[in-house]
Nanobody, 123 residues
Framework: QVQLVESGGGLVQAGGSLRLSCAAS????????MGWFRQAPGKGREFVAT????????AYADSVKGRFTISRDNAKNTVFLQMNSLKPEDTAIYYC????????????????WGQGTPVTVSS
């Protein structure tokens, strides 16, 4: 069992930056690949980024590539999402999730989910 708690969301102007954190409790954090997803009002849950268990490999949605960076600190059971050059279309609830699969991009393969943290980007 893994419990995930996101933090770091908030209101930011377009072009600004935010750093999201996801703290995991439970056992064997380094046995899970981690992902970030987001859900805008009236839309489905969208893949943002994923990172393998060791942190050696990452993948991003085309919409955030070059602006967002996912990373993890296995010693602190935490995964991060650094978001730069934010745009109004990045406004959403951001969720972190854990999976034993190899860093998939589909939400269906993630077993554990946090409650989400809201991000609002004003124009």
């Amino acid at each position: 069992q893994v419990q995930l708690v996101e933090s770091g969301g908030g209101l930011v102007q377009a072009g600004g930056s935010l750093r999201l954190s996801c703290a995991a409790s439970g056992r064997d954090f380094n046995n899970y690949a981690m992902g970030w997803f987001r859900q805008a009002p009236g839309k489905g849950r969208e893949f943002v980024a994923t990172i393998t268990r060791s942190g050696a490999n990452t993948a991003y949605a085309d919409s955030v590539k070059g602006r967002f960076t996912i990373s993890r600190d296995n010693a602190k059971n935490t995964v991060f999402l650094q978001m730069n050059s934010l745009k109004p279309e990045d406004t959403a609830i951001y969720y972190c999730a854990a999976t034993r699969a190899i860093a998939p991009t589909g939400p269906g393969l993630y077993v554990y989910w946090g409650q989400g943290t809201p991000v609002t980007v004003s124009s």
